[in-house]
């Protein structure tokens, strides 16, 4: 017998019992359709997690305040100051751009629209580090910060929300917390999200944020562009070195955390990473049931032809023939059922990454390993249930009932 008469036996075998067949091929078709969905779910949140972290700014050194918590009675420590950015900008040379950033959540008001927002003050640097790109209008200058202008610049976000009639917005007056200021300039749509979304931003001169809006010196956070990505590191001791000469406490604590944003997206891809094996780990248990029901099926299939094993061994069937029919039979099922989960699987991702809001990534690597997979799946657990067929004694396979 030759390959193609396996395979032609063997199909007939699986079409002439087609519901057993496909009941059979579900565990497969789940397993296969698991692996895929669990790992491309997990690629599409990395690459959004990813995405937010680089709208933030390239080659970005973040630096905050670090919170005390055992403050004297009567003491206000200072922890950052505009002082520390002029510092920065004079003593770390690879510094390309460094702004001092106030944040506030404000609410703002256009016409009878009421809507909550966070309001960013920064020097005009902010939109270089940033990378703030504008759909129309303009930035603030220094000029209308030194003169604490109320000039502001809306994220695309909070812009849509009021003037989602497609009024411009260009010359408008919003009130933010009761102050009237010009809309100079629109933000392009970053497709953040979360607390820190630019989308969601309301960009402002720092004189003004601190004067007509927080009432207070104290930065919010410092952000710092390195001239490239290969002098990181140096700008990033460089600027904890400049920061604790100044913001040191008696103690010799220091009164602020700096961290590059390169190591928050290397932690973000490790996780993803972890996260991806351990999914595509408990889908891959789906493939093993499934493993164990075809083995389960065949071997029932064996007992069943028992005396058509028997005949074709009296007539002359090799062992190598009844183990590549009966393997093939195996390995058919785990191909058929690894092509519909594949499919399955795509769907799965494109439908539950619209349901979560992220992008649906199809890995094709995942979905070669869990094809794969099912292949191996119906070697080794096809293997045995064949090995019984070909080892039958002709004479006891024709005497059974």
Not at 82 to 100: F, H, K, N, Q, W
Not at 312 to 340: H, N, P, W, Y
């Amino acid at each position: 017998m030759t390959l193609l008469d396996s395979l032609s036996s063997a199909a007939s075998s699986l079409a002439s019992n087609k519901l057993r067949s496909i009941l059979t091929t579900l565990g497969v078709i789940i397993g296969v359709a698991s692996v895929i969905a669990m790992v491309g779910i997990a690629e599409g949140t990395k690459k959004q997690s990813l995405e937010r972290l680089e709208a933030l700014g390239s080659n970005l050194i973040s630096v905050m305040p670090q919170r005390r918590w055992n403050v004297a009675p009567g003491e206000t420590p200072k922890t950052l100051q505009m002082e520390d950015v002029e510092l920065i900008r004079r003593s770390v040379p690879t510094v390309m751009a460094v702004t001092g950033e106030v944040r506030e959540g404000v609410t703002v008001k256009y016409g009878s629209l009421n809507e909550r927002s966070q309001v960013t003050g920064g020097l005009p640097e902010i939109q270089q580090i940033r990378n703030v790109k504008l759909k129309e209008g303009r930035f603030f200058t220094e000029d209308e910060n030194e003169q604490i202008a109320k000039v502001c610049v809306l994220g695309f976000d909070i812009y849509d929300r009021l003037f989602g009639d497609g009024t411009s917005a260009l010359g408008a007056i919003v009130r933010i917390e009761g102050q009237d200021f010009e809309v100079i300039g629109i933000a392009s749509f970053k497709g953040g999200g979360g607390f820190m979304n630019p989308d969601d931003m309301i960009y402002a001169p720092i004189n003004t944020v601190i004067n007509r809006i927080e009432r207070d010196e104290s930065l919010s956070s410092i952000s710092v562009q390195a001239m490239n990505s290969d002098v990181m590191p140096y700008t990033l001791a460089e600027v904890q070195k400049t920061l604790a000469s100044v913001r040191t406490d008696a103690g010799g604590e220091e009164l602020f955390r700096a961290f590059n944003q390169g190591e928050l997206i290397e932690t973000a891809e490790e996780q993803s990473r972890i996260l991806s094996l351990l999914l595509a780990g408990v889908a891959s248990v789906s493939l093993l049931v499934g493993g164990i029901g075809i083995m389960n099926i065949m071997l029932v299939s064996v007992t069943e032809r028992t005396k058509e094993i028997g005949l074709r061994k009296a007539l002359g069937a090799t062992q190598d023939a009844l183990l590549s029919q009966f393997l093939l039979e195996s390995i058919m099922l785990c191909l058929l059922g690894g092509v519909v989960g594949v499919l399955l699987g795509i769907g799965s991702v494109t439908f539950v990454a619209g349901l979560m809001g992220v992008p649906p990534v199809i890995v094709p690597g995942g979905v070669v390993i869990a094809f794969g997979f099912a292949a191996l799946v119906g070697i080794f657990f096809g293997f045995y249930p064949a090995y019984l067929a070909a080892r039958m004694e002709p004479i006891e396979a024709l005497r059974s009932e």
